[in-house]
C-alpha cells in the first residue's frame, strides 16, 4: 500500500467534490431538465426546490472520498495522465452499471438512460484527470 499524503489527499477530496458538483449542476440543471420535466411523474415533487439537497451534497462527499482515496492507495504513485483517464473511465461504467439496472426495473424513457451514462462517463474521465494533477504521494 502506498503511504497516504493526508494534506494532498484532503485538497483532492475537496477538487473532486467540486468538480463532481459542478459538473452535475450542468448535466442535470441544464442540459437533463428538459428530459426530466417531459417525466416529471418520475420525480420526486420537491426535487424543484431542494428538498433533499443535503442528501445530493452527502452523495457528492461519499464519492468524492472515495474516488480520491482508492487513487491515492492504488493508482497514483507511478500514475500517467492516461491513468488517470482510464481510472476515471473504469469508475464511471461501474457506477453507470446501475443506471442500466435502473433502466430495467423504473420506467425511465430510453434518451435519458443514455444521456446518464454519455455524461457520466465523461464526467468520470475529469474526475481521473482531477485526482492525477491535484492527488501527490507522499515522498519516501
Given amino acids: ?5 493526508p ?3 484532503l485538497i483532492t477530496v ?8 459542478a459538473t452535475d449542476y450542468f448535466i442535470h440543471q441544464v442540459w437533463m431538465m428538459p428530459v426530466y420535466n417531459a417525466t416529471a411523474s418520475l420525480w420526486r415533487p ?17 464519492a468524492a472520498i472515495t474516488f480520491a482515496m482508492l487513487w491515492a492507495v492504488g493508482f497514483a504513485a507511478n500514475a500517467k495522465i492516461t491513468c488517470g483517464m482510464k481510472y476515471g473511465s473504469f469508475m464511471a461504467l461501474f457506477s453507470q452499471s446501475h443506471t442500466l439496472i ?3 426495473v423504473h420506467p ?8 446518464w451514462m ?3 462517463v465523461l464526467q468520470g474521465v475529469l474526475l481521473g484527470i482531477v485526482v492525477f494533477l491535484v492527488y501527490k504521494p507522499a515522498t519516501k
Avoid at 500500500?1 to 499524503?5: E, P
Avoid at 420537491?46 to 461519499?62: F, T
Avoid at 425511465?108 to 444521456?115: A, C, D, M, S, T
Fill in 1 to 5: 500500500m502506498n503511504q497516504l499524503n
Fill in 7 to 9: 494534506k494532498s489527499l
Fill in 14 to 21: 475537496i477538487a473532486t467534490f467540486v468538480v463532481l458538483s
Fill in 46 to 62: 420537491d426535487m424543484a426546490a431542494g428538498g433533499h439537497l443535503v442528501w445530493i451534497h452527502a452523495g457528492h462527499l461519499l
Fill in 102 to 104: 435502473g433502466y430495467a
Fill in 108 to 115: 425511465y424513457p430510453l434518451e435519458l438512460v443514455w444521456k
Fill in 118 to 120: 454519455v455524461s457520466g
